[in-house]
């Protein structure tokens, strides 16, 4: 079946450095999306890519979708405490509907 | 965005009783609502998919009379944990789907555990 696998699982940081995690399926998607998760929180939304090669931002947020549309990737730059939870990617199955989600990377900073 | 509530929040349990965990849709009618389980540090386990008016399909090794799933309407749906057992304490977390751009509207989670 469809996998989705993130690296790295954890990744500890000094606040001000930058950060990034990978994202990789098995399988070609049509599209990726991005959740964050606090700790003790649920996940939320944060993004959508759709097209090939795609880049988008969002502040200190830049989202990549690869050209053969099986990796992604959120790099953060100049981290702050605020960016500490786990980030998830998530890719459609190929049941309608459905969407597989990564192991997760959670990002810790310290101050 | 979109709002999905669930509730209890917590809830702590005796063994063998039954637990009822609700996912409303607020501001929007999800047709389709998932459910997941969610160990520490882990990801997101989908359990089953809740569709409205019909039965819901659950996912492999995901015991049917176990985790009974009703999606009576178009705003709500219940996940029972039933004769509830200690491994069955977990996080667990439901989410509608936006029909417009198929982003997922998580519910706040409800952590269950039983003693």
């Known amino acids: 079946g469809q996998q989705v696998m993130q690296i790295p699982q954890y990744q500890h940081v000094q606040e001000g450095e930058d950060f990034t995690t990978y994202c990789n399926s098995s399988?070609?998607?049509?599209?990726i999306q991005w959740y964050k998760q606090r700790p003790g929180g649920h996940p939320v939304f944060l993004i959508q890519?759709?097209?090939?090669?795609e880049v988008k931002k969002q502040k200190r947020l830049t989202f990549q979708f690869g050209e053969a549309k099986k990796n992604s990737s959120l790099h953060i730059t100049a981290t702050q405490t605020t960016d500490v939870g786990t980030y998830f990617c998530?890719?459609?199955?190929?049941?309608?509907?459905?969407?597989?989600f990564g192991d997760g990377t959670t990002l810790t900073v310290k101050p | 965005g979109a709002v999905v509530s669930q509730h209890p929040s917590r809830v702590i349990c005796k063994s063998g009783t039954s637990v009822k965990i609700e996912c409303r849709s607020l501001?929007?009618?999800?047709?389709?609502m998932f459910w997941y389980r969610q160990f520490p540090k882990k990801s997101l386990m989908l359990m089953a998919t809740?569709?409205?008016?019909?039965?819901?399909?659950?996912e492999q090794g995901v015991e049917k009379d176990k985790f009974l799933i009703n999606h009576a309407s178009l705003t709500l749906s219940t996940l029972t944990v039933t004769s509830a057992h200690p491994e069955d304490s977990s996080f667990y977390i439901c989410?509608?789907?936006?029909?417009?751009?198929?982003?997922?509207?998580f519910g706040e989670g409800s952590r269950l555990t039983v003693l």
């Open positions: 989410s509608g789907q936006g029909a417009d751009t198929g982003e997922l509207f």
């Open positions: 890519l759709v097209k090939s090669g």
């Open positions: 399988t070609t998607l049509s599209n």
């Open positions: 998530a890719g459609p199955n190929t049941n309608a509907g459905k969407s597989t």
């Open positions: 809740s569709n409205e008016g019909s039965k819901a399909t659950y």
């Open positions: 501001d929007f009618q999800a047709t389709t």
